[in-house]
């Protein structure tokens, strides 16, 4: 579905992905890990539409699309979530909710968000700004949901979360993927995102140090080989 081959990019005079190649299957949860500061954010840019690589190829479904912008990616069904929720905090929640409808019917949108997550039913006219983290969480993973995309790229689906909103999101992301939706997930917590992932790349200094199956590592071996980190 989405291949990146030999994907350099970066800002300005500054090198962040080094030659990085990376491929999602259709219907394939795929966990991106690493230390901060390893590329993954730019990873997911690039592989989105949001940053031009400066060489290597980016294709969907066989197409190549290294030079689209994001509307283009949409478009064919990829849903990128960054980091910081990606909502419009001055709209309401069913405003957020009823935009991102994109001509279906609205009020039936609404419905389904609040069928999947209940708390947003008490915040419709709330300003979406001023949801708590969780809550801003959950809204941005139910406007993915309702335009039943194909591949969903989420960056830190649970930073700044209580374990109880993280254990809901993650619900979610396993809902999506029982439908056949393919993901791209960044995580801070190795062991969740192992649990959800069939396929584990890991970044650091903006290359992929590994590639494999999910379960053929553990959180350990990735922490202690791999992070720098005793665990």
């Given amino acids: 579905m989405l291949t990146l081959h030999e994907v350099t990019a970066g800002y300005g005079d500054t ?40 060489s290597g190829r980016v294709s969907l479904d066989g197409k190549d699309m290294t030079a689209e912008p ?18 419009f905090p001055s709209l309401t929640v069913r405003e957020n909710i009823t935009i991102q409808a994109r001509g279906r019917d609205a009020e039936k949108a609404v419905a389904e968000a609040v069928d999947l997550f209940p ?46 909103v993280t254990d809901t999101i993650y619900e979610l992301l396993a809902r999506l993927a029982e439908r056949g939706v393919s993901l791209v997930v960044v995580e801070q917590y190795v062991q969740r995102a192992l649990a959800l992932a069939r396929t584990v790349y890991i970044l650091n200094h903006g290359a992929v140090i590994h590639a494999g199956r999910a379960n053929d590592i553990t959180a350990d071996d990735i922490y202690e080989k791999y992070l720098g980190i005793g665990h």
């Fill in 70 to 87: 994001a509307h283009r990616f949409a478009r064919r069904g990829v849903c990128h979530l960054p980091e910081g929720r990606g909502i």
């Fill in 119 to 164: 708390a947003l039913g008490t915040r419709l006219r709330q300003a979406a700004g001023s949801l708590s983290g969780g809550e801003q969480q959950m809204l941005a993973l139910s406007r993915a949901y309702i335009t039943s995309p194909r591949l969903v790229v989420v960056d830190e689906a649970s930073l700044g979360l209580s374990p109880r």
């Fill in 15 to 54: 090198t962040v992905l080094r030659g990085v190649s990376l491929t999602v299957g259709d219907g394939e949860v795929v966990a991106l890990l690493g230390p901060n500061g390893a590329g993954k954010t730019t990873l997911l840019r690039a592989a989105t539409g949001f940053l031009r690589p400066r």
